[in-house]
């Protein structure tokens, strides 16, 4: 066997062993019934551990392409081309070696816990349903039958509803926009991946706010950028740390969520939005505006975006209506130079043909409502009222164990634990009590923080949540201490 593994891949090296006795059986030089080399022998030829390569043979057969008996040694399936002479792919190895990567497996625990079992929800990044405004939407629907076009509408989303969410900015947010320079997307998450898969290319640099939601987004990876972090303290990220960067790797685009940030809850002050955009223009750096939570401002005031001082163009603006309305609405946008729209217009077109017609009435009927108004101070109302429950019972049960900024606005919390714990054991203990959260290494690049969402759960929920939190606190520090 001339093949020898590297042992500079970060693949395992029993994967790597693995995959190539598996291309060797699909081009033939092993064949069916074959008896491949013991154990031993192998781990001698290949100079590995012997459990190497039992954990490798182990793979093989989980894939149904060995056969192993004891005393018998491994051999090739006599079925693996089947009674037909074809063979089943591979599925497993397929779903390993896509180039979109999955999220990361804490991400895919919490979020397949919460939906399986009963646990209060203070990781989900969603509204309670309390909060949405059921009762608006029937009228709407009872009011004003629908009697719109039904075949694919305008590449860059309905017309109606893009100078419905002109108006909104303009009014809302002090953005002048008109509906050519607007895309309408399935909520902010489409609009960023359609910005890094169309923008970027492989070997970019990118600055990301740390900690941040985007820190915790595989597409990065998975387009191949390489991403560089910006602290963000209680006044946001510091322009000064974006020129560093910038000086040592050429920074392409950074994303910013300047507003209520996530997860930290802190709102970047006038000062550093200022020298953020004199920097994006001395340097040609777009930046991405993630602007989720603006509106949900405790006290109604809300904080002049990115793009309403941008006098250059260099800033994409993305929003949405999951944090202020409803998740599943599925009604976010993109506002930039029409040039760049068309081309997200086009690349979303490749994907899904258009966004639905129906949420996107739905949505434009909200937006032109009064009731809209009368929403937003009921949610700014009910989410002060959920973050001052959350903060309240940790400060109560946990006191000086936990810190915490206070947020003005949005739906989460992040906290810095005062004692070191194993955050993966924490959140299996907190699970097995009934209530879920996100780690902080999830989020960001310190150690010992989590972020609990108060947004997702009403204040009796929130207050039972935080009791079963610090409960599995104690009891993780407990078998830490002994």
Same mark, same amino acid.
């Given at each position: 066997?001339?093949?020898?593994?590297?042992?500079?891949?970060?693949?395992?090296?029993?994967?790597?062993?693995?995959?190539?006795?598996?291309?060797?059986?699909?081009?033939?030089?092993?064949?069916?019934?074959?008896?491949?080399?013991?154990?031993?022998?192998?781990?001698?030829?290949?100079?590995?551990?012997?459990?190497?390569?039992?954990?490798?043979?182990?793979?093989?057969?989980?894939?149904?392409?060995?056969?192993?008996?004891?005393?018998?040694?491994?051999?090739?399936?006599?079925?693996?081309?089947?009674?037909? #002479?074809?063979?089943?792919?591979?599925?497993?190895?397929?779903? @390993?070696?896509?180039?979109?990567?999955? %999220?990361? =497996?804490?991400?895919?625990?919490?979020?397949?816990?919460?939906?399986?079992?009963?646990?209060? %929800?203070?990781?989900?990044?969603?509204?309670?349903?309390?909060?949405?405004? %059921?009762?608006?939407?029937?009228?709407?629907?009872?009011?004003? =039958?629908?009697?719109?076009?039904?075949?694919?509408? $305008?590449?860059?989303?309905?017309?109606?509803?893009?100078?419905?969410?002109?108006?909104?900015?303009?009014?809302?947010?002090?953005?002048?926009?008109?509906?050519?320079?607007?895309?309408?997307?399935?909520?902010?998450?489409?609009?960023? #991946?359609?910005?890094?898969?169309?923008?970027?290319?492989? &070997?970019?640099?990118?600055?990301?706010?740390? =900690?941040?939601?985007?820190?915790?987004? =595989?597409?990065?990876?998975?387009?191949?950028?390489?991403? !560089?972090?910006?602290?963000?303290? +209680?006044?946001?990220?510091?322009?000064?740390?974006?020129?560093?960067?910038?000086?040592? $790797?050429?920074?392409?685009?950074?994303?910013?969520?300047?507003?209520?940030?996530?997860?930290?809850?802190?709102?970047?002050?006038?000062?550093?939005?200022?020298?953020?955009? +004199?920097?994006?223009? @001395?340097?040609?750096?777009?930046?991405? +505006?993630?602007?989720?939570?603006?509106?949900?401002?405790? %006290?109604?005031?809300?904080?002049?975006?990115?793009?309403?001082?941008?006098?250059?163009?260099?800033?994409?603006?993305?929003?949405?209506?999951?944090?202020?309305?409803?998740?599943?609405?599925?009604?976010?946008?993109?506002?930039?130079?029409?040039?760049?729209?068309?081309?997200?217009?086009?690349?979303?077109?490749?994907?899904?043909? &258009? $966004?639905?017609?129906?949420?996107?009435?739905?949505?434009?009927? !909200?937006?032109?409502?009064?009731?809209? $108004?009368? #929403?937003?101070?009921?949610?700014?109302?009910?989410?002060?009222?959920?973050?001052?429950?959350?903060?309240?019972?940790?400060?109560?049960?946990? &006191?000086?164990?936990?810190?915490? !900024?206070?947020?003005?606005?949005?739906?989460?919390?992040?906290?810095?634990?005062?004692?070191?714990?194993? +955050?993966?054991?924490?959140?299996?203990?907190?699970?097995?009590?009934?209530?879920?959260?996100?780690?902080?290494?999830?989020?960001?690049?310190?150690?010992?923080?989590?972020?609990?969402?108060?947004?997702?759960?009403?204040?009796?929920?929130?207050?039972? &949540?935080?009791?079963?939190?610090?409960?599995?606190?104690?009891?993780?520090?407990?078998?830490?201490?002994?």
């Amino acid at each position: 066997m001339d093949w020898r593994p590297d042992r500079t891949d970060k693949k395992p090296i029993y994967k790597q062993i693995a995959d190539y006795i598996e291309q060797g059986i699909s081009e033939g030089t092993f064949s069916a019934d074959s008896l491949l080399p013991s154990e031993r022998a192998l781990a001698s030829e290949l100079q590995v551990n012997r459990s190497t390569v039992v954990a490798a043979y182990e793979e093989l057969q989980s894939l149904g392409v060995v056969e192993r008996k004891k005393g018998s040694g491994t051999r090739v399936s006599t079925n693996i081309w089947g009674i037909a #002479h074809k063979r089943v792919p591979n599925w497993g190895r397929y779903v @390993e070696d896509g180039s979109f990567l999955p %999220n990361l =497996p804490m991400v895919q625990r919490i979020r397949t816990e919460t939906y399986k079992n009963d646990l209060i %929800n203070l990781a989900s990044g969603e509204l309670t349903e309390a909060l949405f405004p %059921n009762t608006e939407f029937q009228a709407i629907l009872f009011q004003k =039958p629908f009697t719109g076009y039904l075949g694919y509408d $305008h590449p860059q989303g309905n017309e109606s509803l893009r100078k419905a969410i002109c108006a909104h900015v303009e009014q809302h947010k002090k953005i002048k926009a008109d509906p050519a320079s607007v895309l309408i997307t399935s909520g902010a998450q489409q609009a960023l #991946h359609l910005i890094i898969q169309c923008l970027l290319k492989p &070997g970019d640099a990118v600055a990301i706010e740390d =900690p941040s939601y985007c820190y915790s987004l =595989p597409i990065f990876q998975s387009a191949g950028l390489k991403t !560089f972090h910006l602290p963000v303290d +209680e006044q946001g990220m510091n322009p000064q740390d974006l020129v560093n960067l910038h000086k040592k $790797h050429k920074i392409r685009m950074v994303f910013l969520n300047p507003d209520h940030q996530n997860p930290s809850g802190t709102a970047m002050s006038q000062a550093r939005r200022r020298k953020v955009l +004199e920097l994006s223009a @001395e340097f040609g750096i777009p930046v991405i +505006e993630d602007d989720p939570y603006s509106l949900t401002s405790f %006290n109604g005031e809300v904080h002049p975006t990115l793009k309403s001082m941008d006098e250059n163009g260099n800033v994409l603006y993305v929003s949405s209506l999951s944090k202020i309305v409803a998740s599943g609405l599925r009604i976010g946008w993109v506002i930039g130079p029409s040039t760049v729209i068309q081309r997200l217009a086009d690349a979303k077109q490749q994907v899904d043909f &258009g $966004h639905s017609i129906f949420p996107q009435w739905v949505a434009k009927e !909200f937006l032109e409502s009064e009731q809209f $108004h009368d #929403h937003i101070a009921m949610l700014r109302g009910k989410l002060e009222a959920q973050r001052n429950e959350i903060t309240s019972t940790l400060t109560k049960i946990l &006191g000086d164990q936990v810190e915490f !900024f206070m947020p003005q606005g949005g739906i989460h919390l992040w906290c810095k634990l005062k004692e070191e714990v194993n +955050e993966y054991e924490l959140l299996n203990e907190s699970m097995k009590r009934g209530v879920a959260f996100v780690p902080g290494s999830i989020m960001g690049s310190k150690t010992g923080y989590v972020r609990l969402t108060f947004g997702r759960e009403e204040p009796e929920a929130i207050r039972k &949540g935080i009791v079963r939190f610090a409960e599995a606190l104690k009891a993780v520090q407990s078998l830490t201490q002994t």
